[in-house]
Structures are given as C-alpha cells and as structure tokens.
C-alpha cells in the first residue's frame, strides 16, 4: 500500500485482496471523480462498469491526511468498498465485507483498519465542516484505471 502511486496501483491490491478472500473477480471498470455531496464518497451505479468517487471529499482528505499511505488507506477503503458493490454484495454485507478484508490483509494498527471501521467524519472530524461548493467540474475519467484488464497494445 504504501508504494502505491496511484488508483491502478491502490485499486490491484482491492481486487487480489477480493480475488483471495471471496474468489470473485470483475474486470473493465472505470473510475471516475465527480462532485458530489459531502455525504456520499463514492458510489456504484447497478449496470455500469464505473465506480465514482466524489472529487471534493478526496480533495479535503488528500488536504488533511498526515501521509500517502493515510491517502492511499482512504482510497483503499473507499474502492474496496464500491467493488464489492460491483459484484452485487449489498450494503450491508458490504460494510461487513469490507472490515474483514482490510481486518485480514492489514495488521490491526493500520490506518486501512481503523478507516474501515468508522466513517470518514470521525477520522477528520474537519471536514464535517466542508463546504458542498460544486464549482461546476466536469466528472473526470481516470486514465490507466484497472490496466490489468486491458487486452489491447498501447
């Protein structure tokens, strides 16, 4: 995790943390940065192949966080999350879903652990108070997302 550089790399270990502990596997998706409200950090719309993570909330931990691994626990949790939702795991199995993954890959003290067990909010208890200012951004298409999946040169 803490070499990761970025959502590629963050979101590999997701699916091989998945692959291992449930034997599921969904390949192709895009991610995407869109602003939404403060209360929603990322979401899976049923039948596409996007995850969207909302651009303001990581904008203000990537502000706030003491590290990248700090970054990259927020992305890991937040991915692992809407990638069980992908597969078709409901909400609350998810929630479930996600403590026992991050529980066993990472040891106890992790800031993954902690991430996973208690909401953003409580961990930066700042942005709470974040304004929801969309400034009109257009959803941003990360490139070079999920690169395993890709059959093609380039």
């Known amino acids: 995790m803490d070499g990761a550089r970025g959502f590629d790399d963050v979101y590999r270990i997701v699916k091989q943390a998945v692959q291992e502990r449930l034997g599921l596997r969904r390949a192709g998706m895009g991610l995407v940065l869109a602003e939404l409200p403060n209360?929603?950090?990322?979401?899976?719309?049923?039948?596409t192949n996007s995850i969207?993570?909302?651009?303001?909330?990581?904008?203000?931990?990537?502000?706030?966080?003491?590290?990248?691994?700090?970054?990259?626990?927020?992305?890991?949790?937040?991915?692992l999350h809407e990638y069980l939702h992908t597969?078709?795991?409901?909400?609350?199995?998810?929630?479930?879903?996600?403590?026992?993954?991050?529980?066993?890959?990472?040891?106890q003290d992790h800031?993954?652990?902690?991430?996973?067990?208690?909401?953003?909010?409580?961990?930066?208890?700042?942005?709470?108070?974040?304004?929801?200012?969309?400034?009109?951004?257009e959803p941003e298409l990360v490139k070079d997302f999920d690169t395993d999946s890709a059959t093609y040169i380039r």
């Not at 209360?39 to 039948?47: C, T």
């Not at 409901?90 to 991050?102: H, K, P, S």
């Not at 902690?114 to 969309?134: D, F, G, Q, R």
Request: charged share 20%; proline share 5%; glycine share 4%.
């Open 87 to 107: 597969l078709g795991i409901d909400e609350e199995r998810t929630r479930e879903l996600v403590r026992d993954i991050v529980s066993s890959i990472f040891p």
């Open 52 to 79: 969207v993570i909302n651009r303001i909330l990581l904008n203000a931990v990537a502000a706030v966080a003491k590290s990248r691994r700090e970054l990259n626990s927020y992305v890991f949790v937040v991915l």
């Open 111 to 137: 800031i993954a652990v902690k991430m996973a067990t208690t909401s953003v909010y409580e961990m930066y208890p700042e942005l709470k108070n974040i304004p929801y200012l969309p400034r009109g951004g």
């Open 39 to 47: 209360n929603l950090a990322a979401f899976h719309e049923l039948g």
